[in-house]
């Protein structure tokens, strides 16, 4: 028997153009439904019952409105999948770092692809490709820009590849937003860091609120390098991150920090994999979430410490806020670990706006109203100030605030 | 300035004050100590509006105005202030902008001009010297990894900035080394004058070393059961709370 969710597998390939063996791998693989265990929360049926069709090529589009237009260096821009020489500027580069667009080369499938995943090596039509060369320090943001022009039912598959040498350093900013339509993005981007090189990379997901985004982040890392992955999530309808970082080099530290604040009907979902493969590694993730109306989030955050991994120093945690009875969250931070001497917590709070928090700041003369902004906004405040780039911490603050204060009006 | 008049309160209908009549006027120092559970907490909490207590019967007069009427924020605004037995954690929320945004609502509801950043830093300076407080602390968000004895001084430090016309110290005391105890003590000292007034509530008669109060009251199950002068304070501390509590049993 096809299955509706198989059956729109294959409405979606007959949609786009395909390339390998990958498509019939999506085919048979079908949409993951909520009886798979990595899917439990996150029922991707509305996407399933999409009328697909490829994302336009050649859509006008423009920049207005988008986020770190005040930050000086190169920009990419891809409108629907498709990359925009017209609105891209790279400008003059050093020596060793090449900034440019991926084309629709043969890619390698990712490891141990899942449907979606399959998908995207079947039909991705093009997306960044950063390459920093052993050494070499580009101080520079590289700022990626992702513009979908609408249509309900555009897919768009993008590929993303980002690459550092040993003692190399780079920070990407990405920022995804759209027409309000039902398009669907599914994304990978896949990280390669080299030995003892520094990569922040920065994505300011704000896709319009009926768009479908389903993303997967690849991380690998030599040893002694530092990542530090800011996901800061407000769109879609339903945005699925799926992040797996693969620590197989001594000394490397990995910082995952995000914060969502879906309202509305969304649901923003967050799934992690951080697997601890060699010693004295460290692994931190932060997500804090303050939802509002209806909204929905998911937490999965699983740390994965292998036998010999020692001296791992792991940390999860998990805050939400709860503006509305209605908003729903669904937190699970996990550690499995097979080595023996290692540092490991995990945490998860689910809340209201705390009363004593209140009550302490109105006895120091706020009133009740300025004593909640200023929770929330610490809240948020707590994740925002790990962004190292500073005029795009101080960008996203403010935004993250004027959402938040429609959210509380 | 401040007026109790048998006020009962209590939480989830169980009584805890039954009964409190207190005068505090302008220039004194009053001392409220008591055993556990006699309610000592429960009439900070009152005085500065927690909405989870319920007052049943009885009147807050404060500086002429009915206390019991006023929200927590204007409580302190009018000069009411409550130095925390237990300071409230904040994640997130940095120590100066908060003290800077409580100062500005005073302020404010005093009709004086806000205070900028500079002026306010200046105003802080002066005052976390006072309390021998870490400056680096006021960089980190709000008693979030304070030591017991950081949060109390923190609050004596707000207490310092907010200038209160009527202060209440709950167990501002408790937990503390006798070196921080000596800091404690000589900050709340120095904010002492004549138009002011303060309400310390302890449980342990240690603190009365350093703070000499005009008036001891024993609290014991709900009421002030026993007042007197400080030298009260030292028969309680020879006696224990047992000779209060055997004397109420035996009267009652």
Same mark, same amino acid.
């Given at each position: ?6 059956n ?11 390339r ?9 693989l079908?949409f ?27 859509a006008?589009?423009n ?27 790279v ?28 998908l995207n090596?079947?039909s991705?039509t ?23 022009t ?27 937003? *759209? $027409? &309000? ?8 981007t896949? !990280?390669?860091?080299? #030995? +003892? %090189?520094l ?22 890392m ?7 992955h800011?996901s ?25 920090n995000?914060?969502y ?8 979902d967050?799934?992690?994999v ?8 460290d ?24 036998k *010999? $991994? &020692? ?7 998990n805050?939400? !806020?709860?503006?509305? #009875? +209605? %908003?729903t ?9 097979y ?7 995990h945490?998860?709070?689910i ?11 109105r ?12 929770i ?15 005029p795009?911490?101080?960008e ?11 959210a509380?009006? | ?27 004194e ?21 927690r ?14 105005q ?10 302190v605004?009018?000069?009411l ?27 404010e ?29 006021l ?23 907010l ?34 007034a ?17 008036f ?19 028969e ?17």
């Open positions: 028997m096809v299955s509706p969710a198989n729109a597998a294959d409405r979606l390939l007959a949609a786009l153009p395909t390998g063996e990958s498509g019939a791998r999506f085919a048979a079908g993951p439904t909520t009886r798979d265990e990595d899917w439990r929360f996150t029922n991707v049926m509305p996407i399933a019952e999409l009328e697909f069709t490829s994302a336009a090529a050649d006008a589009a920049l207005e409105g988008c986020v770190f237009s005040g930050i000086d260096g190169p920009q990419l821009v891809f409108v629907n999948g498709h990359f925009s020489g017209k609105l891209s500027r400008g003059e580069l050093p020596a060793g770092v090449e900034i440019g667009n991926l084309a629709a080369a043969a890619c390698e499938p990712c490891e141990a692809e899942d449907a979606f995943g399959a090596t079947a991705f093009d997306g960044a490709c950063v390459r920093v060369a052993d050494g070499v320090c580009f101080e520079s943001p590289i700022r990626v820009y992702f513009l979908s609408g249509d309900d039912g555009a897919t768009a598959n993008i590929r993303n590849h980002i690459t550092l040498g040993a003692n190399s350093k780079a920070t990407i900013l990405e920022s995804w937003t *759209g $027409a &309000d339509a039902a398009y669907f993005n599914n994304v990978i896949e !990280l390669s860091v080299g #030995d +003892n %090189a990569l922040e990379h920065v994505k300011f997901q704000n896709e319009s609120m009926s768009a479908f985004h389903v993303a997967g982040l690849h991380a690998t030599g040893r002694d390098s530092r990542v530090a800011h800061i999530a407000l769109g879609g309808r339903i945005a699925r991150n799926n992040i797996r970082a693969r620590l197989d080099g001594t000394g490397i530290e990995a910082i995952l995000g914060l604040l879906p309202r509305g009907k969304q649901l923003i967050h799934h992690m951080v697997d601890h493969l060699q010693p004295h590694c692994s931190h993730e932060y997500f804090n979430g303050i939802l509002d109306d209806h909204a929905r989030a998911v937490f999965h955050g699983r740390i994965h410490v292998h *010999g $991994a &020692d001296k791992t120093d792991a940390k999860q945690t805050k939400n !806020l709860l503006l509305s #009875d +209605n %908003a969250v669904n937190t699970k931070p996990q550690l499995e670990i080595a023996d001497d290692v540092k490991c917590t945490g998860a709070t809340g209201q706006m705390n009363a004593e928090q209140i009550f302490y700041l006895t120091r003369g706020l009133d009740e109203e300025a004593a909640r902004r200023m929330m906004h610490a809240f948020a405040g707590e994740i925002i100030a790990r962004i190292g780039c500073i795009a911490r101080e996203l603050d403010r935004l993250v605030w004027d959402q938040l204060e429609g509380e009006s | 300035m401040l007026e109790i008049k048998n006020l009962k309160a209590g939480v989830e209908g169980r009584d805890i004050l039954k009964g409190i009549d207190l005068t505090i006027n302008a220039g120092v009053h001392a409220i100590m008591g055993p556990n559970g006699s309610g000592k907490s429960t009439l900070a909490q009152v005085l500065a509006g909405e989870a207590f319920n007052v049943a019967e009885g009147s807050v007069m404060y500086k002429g009915d206390l019991l009427e006023l929200a927590p924020e204007v409580r605004r009018e000069g202030f409550l130095a925390f037995q237990y300071p409230v954690e904040i994640p997130g929320v940095n120590t100066t902008y908060f003290l800077r945004a409580a100062v500005n609502a005073v302020r509801h005093h009709g004086e001009a806000a205070l900028n950043a500079v002026d306010f830093l200046k105003l802080m300076r002066e005052k976390i010297e006072l309390l021998q407080l870490d400056e680096a602390l960089k980190r968000s709000v008693n979030e990894g304070f030591s017991g004895g950081e949060k109390k001084r923190a609050e004596i430090l707000q207490m310092a900035l200038d209160p016309t009527m202060a209440v110290l709950d167990e501002t005391d408790s937990g503390l080394d006798i070196d921080a105890l000596k800091v404690v003590a000589n900050g709340v000292n120095q904010l002492k004058r004549a138009d002011n303060q309400l310390i509530i302890t449980h342990y008669q240690r603190l009365l070393d350093y703070i000499v109060p005009d001891v009251h024993v609290l014991y199950d709900g009421r002030i059961v026993k007042s007197g002068g400080k030298e009260l304070a030292h309680l501390e020879e006696k224990g709370y047992d000779w209060i509590t055997n004397g109420e049993l035996q009267t009652a």
